[in-house]
Protein backbone atom coordinates (compact mmCIF):
# COMPACT_ATOMS: atom_id res chain seq x y z
CA UNK A 1 0.00 0.00 0.00
CA UNK A 2 1.12 3.45 -0.52
CA UNK A 3 0.80 6.27 1.34
CA UNK A 4 -0.92 9.41 0.57
CA UNK A 5 -0.02 11.39 3.11
CA UNK A 6 3.92 12.43 3.47
CA UNK A 7 6.77 13.87 5.77
CA UNK A 8 6.68 17.24 3.64
CA UNK A 9 2.60 17.78 4.27
CA UNK A 10 3.27 17.50 8.22
CA UNK A 11 2.70 21.15 10.04
CA UNK A 12 5.96 21.77 11.68
CA UNK A 13 4.02 24.44 13.36
CA UNK A 14 2.21 22.35 15.08
CA UNK A 15 4.47 19.45 15.52
CA UNK A 16 6.68 21.66 18.05
CA UNK A 17 3.39 23.19 19.22
CA UNK A 18 2.43 20.04 20.58
CA UNK A 19 5.93 19.53 22.22
CA UNK A 20 6.14 22.62 23.72
CA UNK A 21 2.69 21.45 25.59
CA UNK A 22 4.41 18.62 26.80
CA UNK A 23 7.18 20.11 28.32
CA UNK A 24 5.81 20.65 31.62
CA UNK A 25 4.26 18.05 31.60
CA UNK A 26 7.24 15.72 30.95
CA UNK A 27 9.09 17.46 33.81
CA UNK A 28 6.31 16.65 36.11
CA UNK A 29 6.09 13.33 35.31
CA UNK A 30 9.44 12.83 36.39
CA UNK A 31 9.70 15.12 39.05
CA UNK A 32 7.00 13.14 40.89
CA UNK A 33 8.65 10.40 40.86
CA UNK A 34 12.68 11.63 41.62
CA UNK A 35 11.51 14.00 44.92
CA UNK A 36 10.73 10.89 46.97
CA UNK A 37 14.04 9.36 46.40
CA UNK A 38 16.07 12.11 47.01
CA UNK A 39 13.92 13.26 50.30
CA UNK A 40 14.50 9.54 51.17
CA UNK A 41 16.03 9.98 54.61
CA UNK A 42 13.00 13.21 55.94
CA UNK A 43 10.47 10.53 54.40
CA UNK A 44 11.46 7.68 57.11
CA UNK A 45 12.13 9.93 59.67
CA UNK A 46 8.54 10.93 59.40
CA UNK A 47 7.08 7.55 58.92
CA UNK A 48 9.10 5.34 60.84
CA UNK A 49 6.93 1.93 59.67
CA UNK A 50 9.07 2.29 56.62
CA UNK A 51 11.93 0.70 59.24
CA UNK A 52 14.13 -1.08 56.31
CA UNK A 53 16.00 -0.39 52.82
CA UNK A 54 14.61 -3.29 51.88
CA UNK A 55 10.65 -2.13 52.86
CA UNK A 56 12.21 1.19 51.04
CA UNK A 57 12.94 -0.56 47.73
CA UNK A 58 10.05 -2.63 47.82
CA UNK A 59 8.03 0.79 47.79
CA UNK A 60 10.10 1.72 45.07
CA UNK A 61 9.51 -1.49 43.02
CA UNK A 62 5.96 -1.20 43.33
CA UNK A 63 5.53 1.82 41.74
CA UNK A 64 7.50 0.12 38.75
CA UNK A 65 5.31 -2.83 38.82
CA UNK A 66 2.20 -1.17 38.77
CA UNK A 67 3.37 1.50 36.26
CA UNK A 68 5.02 -1.84 34.10
CA UNK A 69 1.64 -3.75 34.21
CA UNK A 70 -0.85 -0.56 33.14
CA UNK A 71 1.50 0.63 30.60
CA UNK A 72 0.11 -1.67 27.72
CA UNK A 73 -2.86 -0.47 28.38
CA UNK A 74 -2.34 3.00 28.25
CA UNK A 75 -0.63 2.42 25.32
CA UNK A 76 -3.39 0.58 23.25
CA UNK A 77 -5.95 2.96 24.72
CA UNK A 78 -3.72 6.03 22.99
CA UNK A 79 -3.85 3.66 19.94
CA UNK A 80 -7.41 3.07 19.80
CA UNK A 81 -9.24 6.20 21.27
CA UNK A 82 -7.80 9.51 22.06
CA UNK A 83 -3.53 10.04 22.57
CA UNK A 84 -4.91 13.74 23.65
CA UNK A 85 -7.44 12.85 26.31
CA UNK A 86 -5.31 9.85 27.77
CA UNK A 87 -2.45 12.28 27.91
CA UNK A 88 -4.17 15.32 30.27
CA UNK A 89 -6.51 12.85 31.78
CA UNK A 90 -3.48 11.25 32.60
CA UNK A 91 -2.10 14.11 34.28
CA UNK A 92 -4.94 15.60 36.35
CA UNK A 93 -5.21 11.98 38.16
CA UNK A 94 -1.26 11.32 38.94
CA UNK A 95 -1.47 15.27 39.82
CA UNK A 96 -4.41 14.49 42.60
CA UNK A 97 -2.44 11.58 43.50
CA UNK A 98 0.71 13.89 43.91
CA UNK A 99 -0.90 16.01 46.37
CA UNK A 100 -2.42 13.03 48.37
CA UNK A 101 1.16 11.50 48.71
CA UNK A 102 2.20 14.34 50.81
CA UNK A 103 -1.15 13.59 53.29
CA UNK A 104 0.24 9.96 53.81
CA UNK A 105 1.16 9.13 57.65
CA UNK A 106 2.12 5.33 57.33
CA UNK A 107 3.81 3.18 55.13
CA UNK A 108 0.82 1.30 54.02
CA UNK A 109 -0.73 4.49 53.11
CA UNK A 110 2.35 5.54 51.20
CA UNK A 111 2.35 1.98 48.88
CA UNK A 112 -1.13 2.80 48.01
CA UNK A 113 -0.08 6.24 46.50
CA UNK A 114 2.75 5.01 44.78
CA UNK A 115 0.19 2.25 43.26
CA UNK A 116 -2.08 4.73 42.20
CA UNK A 117 0.72 7.09 40.85
CA UNK A 118 1.90 4.18 39.10
CA UNK A 119 -1.68 3.62 37.42
CA UNK A 120 -2.09 7.03 36.18
CA UNK A 121 1.38 7.80 35.16
CA UNK A 122 1.56 4.81 33.59
CA UNK A 123 -0.93 6.30 30.34
CA UNK A 124 1.57 9.21 29.87
CA UNK A 125 4.88 8.06 27.96
CA UNK A 126 3.45 6.06 25.69
CA UNK A 127 0.78 8.24 24.53
CA UNK A 128 2.84 11.40 24.36
CA UNK A 129 5.77 10.37 22.73
CA UNK A 130 3.22 8.34 19.65
CA UNK A 131 1.92 11.87 19.53
CA UNK A 132 5.17 13.72 19.00
CA UNK A 133 6.06 11.08 16.61
CA UNK A 134 2.52 11.57 14.57
CA UNK A 135 3.12 14.70 14.40
CA UNK A 136 7.12 15.16 13.25
CA UNK A 137 8.34 13.62 9.58
CA UNK A 138 11.29 11.66 9.53
CA UNK A 139 13.65 14.52 9.82
CA UNK A 140 12.99 16.31 13.37
CA UNK A 141 11.60 13.12 15.44
CA UNK A 142 14.80 12.20 17.25
CA UNK A 143 15.22 15.65 17.90
CA UNK A 144 11.16 15.78 18.87
CA UNK A 145 11.68 13.43 21.48
CA UNK A 146 15.03 14.32 22.56
CA UNK A 147 13.49 18.08 23.56
CA UNK A 148 10.83 16.13 25.06
CA UNK A 149 12.69 13.78 26.66
CA UNK A 150 15.14 16.81 27.92
CA UNK A 151 11.63 17.91 30.19
CA UNK A 152 12.34 14.68 32.23
CA UNK A 153 15.62 15.23 32.65
CA UNK A 154 14.96 18.55 34.18
CA UNK A 155 12.37 17.34 36.18
CA UNK A 156 15.06 14.41 37.61
CA UNK A 157 17.52 18.09 38.20
CA UNK A 158 14.27 19.46 40.31
CA UNK A 159 13.45 16.22 41.94
CA UNK A 160 17.36 16.06 42.65
CA UNK A 161 17.34 18.83 44.63
CA UNK A 162 14.41 18.22 46.98
CA UNK A 163 16.49 16.98 48.98
CA UNK A 164 17.09 20.69 50.25
CA UNK A 165 13.28 21.34 50.57
CA UNK A 166 12.51 18.67 52.62
CA UNK A 167 15.29 20.03 54.99
CA UNK A 168 14.03 23.69 54.47
CA UNK A 169 11.71 25.34 57.92
CA UNK A 170 8.41 25.55 57.15
CA UNK A 171 8.59 23.68 54.31
CA UNK A 172 9.07 19.74 54.47
CA UNK A 173 8.67 17.06 52.12
CA UNK A 174 5.01 16.93 52.21
CA UNK A 175 5.25 20.88 50.90
CA UNK A 176 6.47 20.15 48.12
CA UNK A 177 3.96 17.10 47.33
CA UNK A 178 1.28 19.52 47.70
CA UNK A 179 2.81 22.55 45.82
CA UNK A 180 3.37 19.88 42.30
CA UNK A 181 0.52 18.10 42.46
CA UNK A 182 -1.91 21.45 42.42
CA UNK A 183 0.29 22.63 39.69
CA UNK A 184 -0.07 19.60 37.51
CA UNK A 185 -3.90 19.58 37.98
CA UNK A 186 -3.92 23.17 36.78
CA UNK A 187 -2.14 22.96 33.82
CA UNK A 188 -4.29 19.39 32.62
CA UNK A 189 -7.26 22.05 32.01
CA UNK A 190 -5.83 24.05 29.12
CA UNK A 191 -3.40 20.77 27.65
CA UNK A 192 -6.98 19.22 27.40
CA UNK A 193 -8.14 22.03 25.01
CA UNK A 194 -4.74 23.18 23.08
CA UNK A 195 -3.27 19.72 22.30
CA UNK A 196 -4.74 18.08 19.09
CA UNK A 197 -4.48 14.36 17.57
CA UNK A 198 -3.38 13.47 14.02
CA UNK A 199 -6.17 11.59 11.79
CA UNK A 200 -5.54 8.33 10.79
CA UNK A 201 -3.30 8.17 8.29
CA UNK A 202 -4.85 7.06 4.90
CA UNK A 203 -3.08 4.56 2.90
CA UNK A 204 -4.09 3.12 -0.90
CA UNK A 205 -4.87 -0.85 -1.50
CA UNK A 206 -3.74 -2.82 -4.04
CA UNK A 207 -7.32 -1.80 -6.03
CA UNK A 208 -6.36 2.18 -5.23
CA UNK A 209 -9.36 2.37 -2.92
CA UNK A 210 -8.30 4.48 0.38
CA UNK A 211 -7.70 2.58 3.83
CA UNK A 212 -7.49 4.36 6.86
CA UNK A 213 -4.56 3.18 9.54
CA UNK A 214 -6.69 1.76 12.49
CA UNK A 215 -5.70 0.26 15.89
CA UNK A 216 -6.79 -3.62 15.44
CA UNK A 217 -8.66 -5.25 18.46
CA UNK A 218 -6.19 -5.91 21.85
CA UNK A 219 -4.87 -9.38 21.07
CA UNK A 220 -5.02 -8.93 17.07
CA UNK A 221 -2.11 -5.73 18.28
CA UNK A 222 -0.55 -7.55 21.02
CA UNK A 223 0.27 -10.57 18.28
CA UNK A 224 0.95 -8.64 15.43
CA UNK A 225 4.05 -6.74 17.76
CA UNK A 226 5.11 -10.20 19.71
CA UNK A 227 5.45 -11.74 16.06
CA UNK A 228 7.73 -8.88 15.23
CA UNK A 229 11.33 -10.00 15.22
CA UNK A 230 12.58 -6.39 15.26
CA UNK A 231 10.16 -5.59 17.67
CA UNK A 232 10.91 -8.08 20.45
CA UNK A 233 15.06 -7.55 20.38
CA UNK A 234 14.22 -3.30 20.60
CA UNK A 235 11.98 -4.58 23.72
CA UNK A 236 15.22 -6.73 25.26
CA UNK A 237 17.45 -3.92 24.19
CA UNK A 238 14.90 -1.07 25.93
CA UNK A 239 14.78 -2.99 29.06
CA UNK A 240 18.62 -4.14 29.67
CA UNK A 241 20.75 -0.86 30.26
CA UNK A 242 17.21 0.50 32.29
CA UNK A 243 17.95 -2.12 35.09
CA UNK A 244 21.26 0.23 35.84
CA UNK A 245 19.44 3.28 34.94
CA UNK A 246 16.36 2.64 37.82
CA UNK A 247 19.13 2.15 40.32
CA UNK A 248 21.09 4.79 39.11
CA UNK A 249 18.13 7.42 39.72
CA UNK A 250 16.24 6.16 42.70
CA UNK A 251 19.43 4.59 44.56
CA UNK A 252 22.50 7.22 43.85
CA UNK A 253 21.45 10.05 46.29
CA UNK A 254 21.38 7.40 49.00
CA UNK A 255 24.53 5.65 48.11
CA UNK A 256 26.57 9.20 47.64
CA UNK A 257 25.59 10.02 51.33
CA UNK A 258 26.29 6.80 52.70
CA UNK A 259 29.40 6.45 51.01
CA UNK A 260 31.02 9.84 50.84
CA UNK A 261 29.73 11.06 54.06
CA UNK A 262 27.73 14.29 52.51
CA UNK A 263 24.27 15.44 53.69
CA UNK A 264 21.11 14.57 51.85
CA UNK A 265 20.72 18.05 50.02
CA UNK A 266 24.27 18.12 48.41
CA UNK A 267 23.89 13.70 47.38
CA UNK A 268 20.55 14.70 46.05
CA UNK A 269 22.27 17.50 43.98
CA UNK A 270 25.54 15.68 43.22
CA UNK A 271 23.63 12.62 42.50
CA UNK A 272 21.24 13.42 39.60
CA UNK A 273 22.73 17.16 38.49
CA UNK A 274 26.07 15.95 36.64
CA UNK A 275 24.38 13.14 34.85
CA UNK A 276 20.82 14.65 33.70
CA UNK A 277 22.72 17.70 32.63
CA UNK A 278 25.27 15.10 30.22
CA UNK A 279 21.66 14.11 29.29
CA UNK A 280 20.37 16.96 27.95
CA UNK A 281 23.64 17.05 26.05
CA UNK A 282 23.21 13.51 24.66
CA UNK A 283 19.71 14.28 23.87
CA UNK A 284 20.31 17.16 22.08
CA UNK A 285 23.46 15.53 19.86
CA UNK A 286 21.48 12.02 19.48
CA UNK A 287 18.40 13.73 18.36
CA UNK A 288 20.75 15.82 15.66
CA UNK A 289 22.71 13.72 14.92
CA UNK A 290 20.34 10.35 14.32
CA UNK A 291 17.74 12.79 12.03
CA UNK A 292 21.21 13.76 9.61
CA UNK A 293 22.11 10.15 9.88
CA UNK A 294 18.80 8.60 8.93
CA UNK A 295 18.49 11.26 5.88
CA UNK A 296 21.14 8.96 4.13
CA UNK A 297 21.55 5.32 5.98
CA UNK A 298 18.00 3.89 7.17
CA UNK A 299 19.78 2.13 10.30
CA UNK A 300 21.28 5.71 10.80
CA UNK A 301 19.15 6.00 14.46
CA UNK A 302 20.26 2.39 15.20
CA UNK A 303 24.22 3.15 15.05
CA UNK A 304 23.23 6.80 17.10
CA UNK A 305 22.08 4.51 20.13
CA UNK A 306 24.67 2.43 19.65
CA UNK A 307 27.28 5.02 20.30
CA UNK A 308 25.28 6.01 23.32
CA UNK A 309 25.19 2.16 24.82
CA UNK A 310 29.15 2.35 24.01
CA UNK A 311 29.48 4.96 26.56
CA UNK A 312 27.31 3.68 29.23
CA UNK A 313 29.10 0.61 29.15
CA UNK A 314 32.77 2.25 31.28
CA UNK A 315 30.17 4.91 32.65
CA UNK A 316 28.49 1.84 34.88
CA UNK A 317 31.68 0.29 35.39
CA UNK A 318 33.11 3.42 36.69
CA UNK A 319 30.59 4.41 38.94
CA UNK A 320 30.62 1.16 40.86
CA UNK A 321 34.34 1.37 41.22
CA UNK A 322 34.52 5.13 41.81
CA UNK A 323 36.35 6.24 45.44
CA UNK A 324 36.14 9.70 45.26
CA UNK A 325 33.16 11.74 44.79
CA UNK A 326 34.70 13.99 42.21
CA UNK A 327 35.13 10.64 40.04
CA UNK A 328 31.69 9.00 40.49
CA UNK A 329 30.65 12.40 39.47
CA UNK A 330 32.36 12.36 36.56
CA UNK A 331 31.58 8.86 35.68
CA UNK A 332 27.86 9.76 36.15
CA UNK A 333 28.52 12.26 33.47
CA UNK A 334 29.97 10.32 31.02
CA UNK A 335 26.30 7.61 31.64
CA UNK A 336 24.04 10.72 31.09
CA UNK A 337 25.63 11.42 27.75
CA UNK A 338 25.62 7.89 26.48
CA UNK A 339 21.89 8.04 27.89
CA UNK A 340 20.67 11.08 26.24
CA UNK A 341 21.75 8.91 22.53
CA UNK A 342 19.56 6.09 23.91
CA UNK A 343 16.84 7.75 25.08
CA UNK A 344 15.80 10.11 22.53
CA UNK A 345 15.80 7.54 19.71
CA UNK A 346 14.00 4.36 21.26
CA UNK A 347 10.47 5.87 20.21
CA UNK A 348 12.05 7.20 16.41
CA UNK A 349 13.25 3.19 15.92
CA UNK A 350 10.06 1.44 17.16
CA UNK A 351 8.74 4.06 14.45
CA UNK A 352 10.73 2.20 11.70
CA UNK A 353 9.63 -1.81 13.01
CA UNK A 354 5.97 -1.04 14.08
CA UNK A 355 3.16 1.00 11.96
CA UNK A 356 1.41 4.25 13.44
CA UNK A 357 -1.29 2.61 15.37
CA UNK A 358 0.51 0.28 17.04
CA UNK A 359 3.18 2.61 18.20
CA UNK A 360 1.80 3.51 21.93
CA UNK A 361 0.99 -0.15 22.56
CA UNK A 362 4.18 -0.98 21.40
CA UNK A 363 5.98 1.49 23.43
CA UNK A 364 3.71 0.44 26.62
CA UNK A 365 4.68 -3.35 25.93
CA UNK A 366 8.25 -1.62 26.10
CA UNK A 367 7.50 -0.23 29.11
CA UNK A 368 6.13 -3.11 30.52
CA UNK A 369 9.05 -5.20 30.36
CA UNK A 370 11.62 -2.72 31.34
CA UNK A 371 10.15 -1.06 34.18
CA UNK A 372 9.00 -4.28 35.39
CA UNK A 373 12.46 -5.69 35.40
CA UNK A 374 13.72 -2.07 37.00
CA UNK A 375 11.57 -2.70 40.12
CA UNK A 376 13.15 -5.93 40.22
CA UNK A 377 16.67 -4.58 40.43
CA UNK A 378 15.23 -1.60 42.66
CA UNK A 379 14.16 -4.55 45.19
CA UNK A 380 17.34 -6.82 44.51
CA UNK A 381 19.55 -3.71 45.32
CA UNK A 382 18.17 -2.95 48.04
CA UNK A 383 18.34 -6.81 49.75
CA UNK A 384 22.00 -6.53 48.18
CA UNK A 385 22.64 -3.26 50.21
CA UNK A 386 21.20 -4.97 53.45
CA UNK A 387 23.93 -7.97 52.62
CA UNK A 388 26.39 -5.68 52.29
CA UNK A 389 27.72 -7.03 48.77
CA UNK A 390 30.21 -4.34 47.31
CA UNK A 391 29.21 -1.63 45.04
CA UNK A 392 31.57 -2.35 42.18
CA UNK A 393 30.70 -6.00 41.78
CA UNK A 394 26.47 -4.65 41.50
CA UNK A 395 27.90 -1.98 38.79
CA UNK A 396 30.41 -4.79 36.94
CA UNK A 397 27.23 -7.12 36.55
CA UNK A 398 25.24 -3.65 35.23
CA UNK A 399 27.67 -3.17 33.04
CA UNK A 400 27.93 -6.32 31.43
CA UNK A 401 23.82 -6.39 30.38
CA UNK A 402 24.83 -3.16 28.65
CA UNK A 403 27.86 -4.80 26.21
CA UNK A 404 24.71 -7.31 25.64
CA UNK A 405 22.10 -4.54 24.73
CA UNK A 406 24.85 -3.61 21.76
CA UNK A 407 24.63 -6.44 20.24
CA UNK A 408 20.61 -6.56 20.44
CA UNK A 409 20.62 -3.40 18.59
CA UNK A 410 22.72 -3.86 16.07
CA UNK A 411 20.74 -6.52 14.87
CA UNK A 412 17.26 -4.48 14.66
CA UNK A 413 16.45 -4.56 11.22
CA UNK A 414 14.29 -1.32 9.97
CA UNK A 415 10.79 -2.19 7.91
CA UNK A 416 11.77 -0.07 4.61
CA UNK A 417 8.10 0.39 3.81
CA UNK A 418 7.60 1.90 7.59
CA UNK A 419 10.24 4.31 7.19
CA UNK A 420 8.77 5.87 4.47
CA UNK A 421 4.52 5.50 5.31
CA UNK A 422 4.32 9.20 7.35
Keep these: ?125 PAALALIIDHHSRSTRSKAV ?56 VTLDAHSQPVHDECPRVFTAIGRLLSNRSFNLLVLYFTLPALAGWVVRDWMPAIFKDRYHIGQGLSGVSATLSWQIAAILGAIAGGWLADRWTKTNLRGRIYTSAIGMVLIIPAIFGVGNAETLFTAVAFLGLFGLGWGFFDSNNMPILS ?24 LADWWFGRMRDANVPLNLIFSGFAATA ?3 VVLILCVKPDPHLSHVD
Design 403 to 405: VLS
Design 146 to 201: GLHQMAIYGGVIIGGCSGFVAEMPGWGWRSAFDLCGVIGIIYSIPLAMMLRDVPSI
Design 1 to 125: MQPIQTDSKKDLSTAWLVVLLLLPVAMLNYLDRQMLASMKFSVMADIPDIASEANWGWMLGQFKWVYALLSPVGGYVADRYSRRAVISGSLFVWSAVTWATGHVTSYEDLLWMRSLMGISEAFYI
Design 352 to 375: QVVPPRLRATGYGIMNFVSIGCGG
